[in-house]
Every structure is written in C-alpha cells, then in structure tokens.
Nanobody
C-alpha cells in the first residue's frame, strides 16, 4: 500500500515563494513518474507538473518558469518549489503518481496567495 503525505503549504503574499514536500511510503517510489496536482475552490483537480523516475520534468503553461519539481529517490520524497506566486495559484496541492491512483490521494496541503 502506498501513501502520500503533502506538507509545506501556507499563506503567502503575491510574489512570494513556498516549497511543498511529498513524502511517499512504499519501496517502489523510485520506479515511477510522479506529479503534483492542485484543486482550487469550485474547480476540478488539475495537473501542475510531473517528474519521471530519472528526473525529467514538465509543467503546465501557467506555472512554467515559476515552479520547479524535484525528487530524492533515496528519501522517497518529491518537492515543489513555487516562486513568483500569484493569487490564481491558491489551491490545495496534492501529489500522486503521474497516472494518478484514486485511492492514493492524500489530504493535500493548502496554499493561499493573498495580500
């Protein structure tokens, strides 16, 4: 059984930065592509970006150049560095496999960008 636990969210002013962490249980973490997702109030959950097992990343256009995904396979950890945050980035952020598995969604971590 795999479990993902997100942390690092909070309240930040526009233009600020946050670093989110995703802790994964299970011994297979390093083998799979992972991704960050987010869900804003009233919206469906959407992909933010992903990272392959080897560290290749890709992002949706709205965060390209502002967000950076990284992973530490030795620690079963994935990270999301968010810079130049905008109010539109306000959402609950989740991690999961790049092809998400419904039963593995965690509680997420709230990010609020507001002055």
């Amino acid at each position: 059984q795999v479990q993902f636990v997100e942390s690092g969210g909070g309240l930040v002013q526009p233009g600020g930065s946050l670093r989110l962490s995703c802790a994964a249980s299970g011994s297979q973490f390093s083998l799979y592509a992972m991704a960050w997702y987010r869900q804003a109030p009233g919206n469906q959950r959407e992909l933010v970006g992903g990272i392959t097992s080897g560290g290749t990343t890709n992002y949706v256009d709205s965060v390209q150049g502002r967000f950076t995904i990284s992973r530490d396979n030795a620690k079963n950890m994935m990270y999301l560095q968010m810079n130049s945050l905008e109010p539109s980035d306000t959402a609950v952020y989740y991690c999961n496999f790049r092809i998400p598995i419904r039963s593995y969604w965690g509680q997420g971590t709230q990010v609020t960008v507001s002055s």
